[in-house]
């Protein structure tokens, strides 16, 4: 088990910055490649950003390359999206996951085996 635990949502003015943590209990964290995904009502959830076990190697959508950053910290167990010049369409449930696989990340929701319970980020205009 990796129970996964985000953090650090919010309200933000379009522009603005925000940074969305997800601290995960268990010793197999850096064993697990990492990803954040999104959704907003009425959508599917999607991919957002992707880092690998050791962080050296980092994947983003299309919609947010470039604005934001995923980062992770192995000794505190925490992965990190760091979200920078914000738009409305980026209002949505922001969810991190963790992956048992064998690759280097993921994009594919169906490829995360565990799941946080989500935070909300909203973008005004």
């Known amino acids: 088990q990796v129970p996964l635990v985000e953090s650090g949502g919010g309200w933000v003015q379009a522009g603005g910055s925000l940074r969305v943590s997800c601290a995960a209990s268990?010793?197999?964290?850096?064993?697990?490649?990492m990803g954040w995904f999104r959704q907003a009502p009425g959508k599917e959830r999607e991919f957002v950003a992707a880092?690998?076990?050791?962080?050296?190697?980092?994947s983003y959508a299309d919609s947010v390359k470039g604005r934001f950053t995923i980062s992770r910290d192995n000794a505190k167990n925490t992965v990190y999206l760091q979200m920078n010049s914000l738009k409305t369409e980026d209002t949505a449930v922001y969810y991190c996951?963790?992956?048992?696989?064998?690759?280097?990340?993921?994009?594919?929701?169906?490829?995360?085996?565990?799941w946080g319970q989500g935070t909300q980020v909203t973008v005004s205009s």
């Open positions: 268990g010793r197999t964290f850096s064993r697990n490649a």
């Open positions: 880092i690998s076990r050791n962080g050296l190697i980092t």
């Open positions: 996951a963790a992956s048992n696989g064998i690759d280097s990340e993921y994009r594919l929701h169906t490829e995360y085996d565990y």
